[in-house]
Structure formats: structure tokens, C-alpha cells
């Protein structure tokens, strides 16, 4: 297994540790969504903390969905980009994890997600902060747009990550904003490799290095517990 996937699961695992915790422990779930469940790690490992009798990954890359299904045998894999082949309120929980930055149009996908939701889960990485604007200003670290190294397409602060959910028709429960953790970021700076080489040490100070590992350190993560109204 790569050091990369490692790192990914270490990552959802965090994640998935912050949902559960949001969720007031008398809540039970039986249906579980995920959507954008990339290779199903977070999906898996929230439906085994919760508990839940079905849960369903959908994504649009094939090789994400074939890895998940050969991986998590209890998890659905659906291929989907557009209208979710659902019924009204068909799951109790749905997973919206570091998806709406990456989408062109928010609206409609989070109408398709209330609409076949009855509680959600977000996480929001919030970029829009003193450090994160500095760096984009000075061209250090690229704005959002097509050409950004994570398909990066808006960017959030606390504010305004709150304002989407509520304005698309959810009552927050819960709410947590999280700093990525230092083992996490541990493990991004490791993957740069410093041997005894000087010239390697010009490496952490390249601006590929900042863009690709530095960038947990520059933002913090609004993980949110929603009700779909209506």
C-alpha cells in the first residue's frame, strides 16, 4: 500500500472520528450516503461507527468506484454526476465531505443532496483566511479557479460556509471548526523526503512543496450536523 493512501486514510480517519462526535448520541441511523465517497474509506469507516444496515458511495471517476468495490464489500458503489437516482428522503444520513469547493454549481447539487437527505454531514475546508488570502496575493498559492492543483473552485471562510448550508435549506445542529492535527501534517512533511543531501533541502522551500504539503497548515475545516428542512 502506498505511503499516499496511508496518509488518506490517516487523514479520514480524523475526519470520521469529528463527525461522530457531532451527532447527539440518541440519534440512530440505518441508511447511509456518501456523496463524492472518492475510494469509500470515510463511508466505511462512519457506517461502522454509527452502525448503520446500508450505506451507498457515489462518485464519477471509475477506477475511485472499482477500488471501493473491491476493497469494501459492504458498501454500494453507484456511478453518478448529476440527479441522484433516489427517492425523496431515502437515506437518514448523507456524507458531503470537501466536495461543494470542488463542484461548478453548488445549488443544484445541494438540492439533489436535501432532497433525497434527512441529515447531513459537512466538511468544509475553510481557505478563506489571513494566511491563505496572504499567499494567494502574492502568487505563492494559486487562486481557485480550472487551473488550481486540487480542482479548487470556491473558496470559504467560517462565515460563508455556514451561510451556504443554511441557505440551501439546513438547520445546523452541531458545529465544530477543527486546525488539521500534527500527525497529520506530520506525515504531509515527511513525504518530502530530507536526506543529508544539501540540495534536497532546497526542496521544502520550492513552491510545488508549499502548494502540495504546506497547505494544511495555512486553513482550518468546519465540520457541520444538519437537518434538510422541508
Known sequence: MS?????REKTLQWKARIFAKLIPKDHRFRTLLEVGCTEGFLIHELSRLLKTDFAVGIDIPKHFLSFGKGRYHAIQFVPNDGILPFKDKSFDLTICSDFIEHILQISPSLHEIKRVSKFILFKIPVESCLTGNFFRATGIYPRCGENHPSDLLHLFSKTSAQEVIRKHGFSIINLSFEITPFTILYHHVRKIRIYLNPLTYLGIFSKRAFQSYYLPLLRGN?????????
Open 222 to 230: 468546519l465540520f457541520a450536523y444538519a437537518r434538510s428542512e422541508g
Open 3 to 7: 505511503k499516499d493512501y496511508v496518509l
